[in-house]
């Protein structure tokens, strides 16, 4: 006869194994939904990549390719803000997929390639689809003020809608990243730069960055 202990212990690591299992294919799924959201950015990219090709070798109109570029641009930051909006909602959610740190660095290739694209528009077309901040901050080490930093940036955006804002982790390494800190010449964070005019570097609350995004717009 099985001890009730055994029977106790063989079911108590079948709960488990069952909750693992759970847990294992929700993170696949919702990686898998990240991904999808992902490629869609990275085709995109291709796309403009062909469509500025056709404008170098055949197009002849300046306006026809800052109409593309606008239209472009702003389409994709509303699906790249779509995409941050999950990313942060399933960190906070515990993601252990192991796809996960792929799927996240090519969003932060895609988040650099659109605000290449708005200063892109605001040098060749004479303006910008919209005010940009780039923001950076910590990813691997705790940084509460940059957590801070974040949700203040977010009021920002909510009372101003033609301000956008792309978020870096500087503490990565990654070459694409590092150029933007070397360019603004970022030594701490939080940092926001706006419109590639104004370094603040440090804590600052929502009426001094207002304030500046009017005289850099």
Do not use: W
């Amino acid at each position: 006869m099985t001890s009730p202990y055994v029977k106790a212990a063989l079911i108590t690591i079948a709960i488990t194994a069952l909750g693992f299992f759970f847990i294992s294919q929700m993170d696949a799924m919702r990686a898998s939904e990240l991904q999808g959201n992902v490629n869609q950015l990275l085709f995109q990219a291709e796309s403009e990549r062909m469509m500025y090709l056709y404008f170098q070798t055949l197009g002849n109109s300046s306006t026809e390719m800052c109409s593309y570029l606008y239209g472009s641009t702003q389409q994709k930051t509303s699906r790249i803000y779509d995409l941050a909006e999950k990313i942060r909602y399933y960190e906070k959610s515990n993601l252990v997929n192991a796809e996960y740190d792929r799927i996240r660095d090519q969003y932060y290739l895609s988040n650099a390639e659109l605000y290449l694209n708005a200063r892109a528009a605001a040098k060749y077309c004479g303006a910008s689809p919209y005010t940009t901040i780039l923001f950076f901050y910590n990813v691997k080490q705790d940084c509460p003020e940059c957590r801070a930093q974040g949700e203040l940036l977010d009021n920002v955006v909510n009372k101003n809608p033609n301000v956008r804002v792309f978020a870096f982790p500087a503490d990565t390494g990654y070459p694409f990243i590092d150029v933007f800190l070397q360019r603004d010449n970022i030594k701490q964070v939080p940092s926001v730069v706006i419109n590639d005019k104004v370094v603040l570097q440090g804590l600052h609350d929502e009426a001094e960055i207002e304030s500046y995004v009017g005289k850099a717009g």
